[in-house]
């Protein structure tokens, strides 16, 4: 059974940052990607980052500049910096992996508010 298990989510003020982890149950690189997603009642889930087994990263639009994946093989974890969050970065934040079939966290709240 693989598992990935997102961790560090919370409540932050606007222009706050906060650090996602997603802890894996294997290594991270016998995964084809890894990345983050998010979700808000009556959304579609939105893709936020994603990092490849090669290293190559790719952004969502509406993240780019501020959200930074990044991982740390030896601890099978990937991270999401998300810095001068905004209201709108409110959501449910899914950590992903993919491997011949996707796999999905369970989900962290974040919440961005004064």
């Known amino acids: 059974q693989v598992l990935v298990a997102e961790s560090g989510g919370g409540t932050v003020q606007p222009g706050g940052s906060l650090r996602l982890s997603c802890a894996a149950s294997r290594s991270i690189l016998s995964f084809n990607g890894m990345g983050w997603y998010r979700q808000t009642p009556g959304k579609e889930r939105e893709l936020l980052a994603y990092?490849?087994?090669?290293?190559?990263?790719n952004y969502g639009d509406s993240v780019k500049g501020r959200f930074a994946i990044s991982r740390d093989s030896a601890k099978n974890t990937v991270y999401l910096q998300m810095n001068s969050l905004k209201p709108e970065d409110t959501a449910v934040y899914y950590c992903?992996?993919?491997?011949?079939?996707?796999?999905w966290g369970q989900g962290t709240q974040v919440t961005v508010s004064s």
């Open positions: 990092i490849t087994r090669e290293g190559s990263t």
């Open positions: 992903y992996a993919h491997s011949g079939r996707p796999y």
